[in-house]
């Protein structure tokens, strides 16, 4: 059993199985089996990923209105305007002309680029822009590189590093029993999600770099590119304490979630 410690963004107890999406949202690595094309269709490659992502977020900012109101709803057409923002799409576009780089890991790089320099103005609210930056260029990225929506088929605990707040609001809630992220904040637009949603959230948990044979492991440094996939292990949480069990004991289980797991 191993037994982890992360900070509180929306409290509840869940136990289940884990889906853990190993694909960082913001990393700006090329992926290792695609290879950088023409500047011409490195180009168009990001205006398909750019008409895609607003047809995604025309559909989410439908959904949030229906189901969690029109505050939330606003997160995402903030993020279908930044999406037109010559400062963030017309340097992504520059950025793939000099060639060398593909679309996504261009717009990772502008939109990291942009929002380190909005994250550093003394205004609250352009810091909070920075953001929602890097949550535009991720989806741009993620519709550049083809990567597919996660569809949850049964009930299950999420494990991620982070999430974007277009991968939050499209779970299946009927099946999302919890949330665990390795990164995160409190006040990200996927925290305030979870709390709207009314599930469980622990932000900067320790997961672990490996499980051995006994399921017991060490954290995963900060720093560290990999933890340990945690797919198909059993994951219970306390988030209101902060604290995750992987593979827990019968006994463990009965203690904490016996009314929730029975």
């Keep these: 059993m191993y037994q982890g410690k992360g900070k509180c963004a929306c409290s509840g107890i869940a136990y289940g199985k884990v889906v853990h999406l190993l694909t960082s949202p913001h990393n ?13 269709a490195e180009l168009e490659s990001l205006m398909q990923a750019h008409m895609q992502a607003h047809q995604e977020l025309d559909a989410l900012i439908a959904k949030a209105n229906q189901e969690l109101g029109a505050e939330q709803a606003e997160i995402f057409e903030i993020h279908n305007m930044l ?8 340097a992504i576009k520059d950025r793939i002309s000099q060639g060398g780089i593909d679309a996504a890991t261009a717009a990772l790089e502008i939109g990291n680029n942009v929002a380190n320099e909005f994250a550093a103005i003394d205004d609250d609210y352009m810091r909070a822009r920075a953001n929602d930056i890097k949550d535009v260029t991720a989806l741009l990225a993620r519709k550049s590189r083809h990567e597919q929506n996660l569809v949850l ?11 974007q707040p277009s991968q939050t609001i499209s779970l299946d809630r009927s099946l999302l029993q919890g949330i665990v992220l390795r990164f995160g904040t409190q006040n990200s637009h996927a925290s305030i999600l979870a709390r709207t949603m009314n599930i469980p959230l622990i932000i900067n948990a320790n997961l672990p770099a490996s499980l051995d044979d006994n399921t017991e492991g060490q954290a ?3 720093d560290d590119p990999q933890v340990a996939d945690l797919t198909g292990h059993f994951l219970g949480l306390n988030a209101a304490d902060g604290k995750f069990y992987i593979d827990p004991d019968e006994q463990t289980v009965a203690r904490h979630w016996g009314k929730v797991c029975c």
């Design 28 to 40: 700006t690595a090329a992926a290792p089996d695609h290879e950088v094309g023409s500047v011409e």
């Design 153 to 163: 088929t049964e009930p299950c605990i999420l494990v991620a590093d982070d999430l």
């Design 220 to 222: 995963a440094a900060v």
């Design 83 to 90: 999406l037109d923002e010559p400062d963030i799409f017309d």
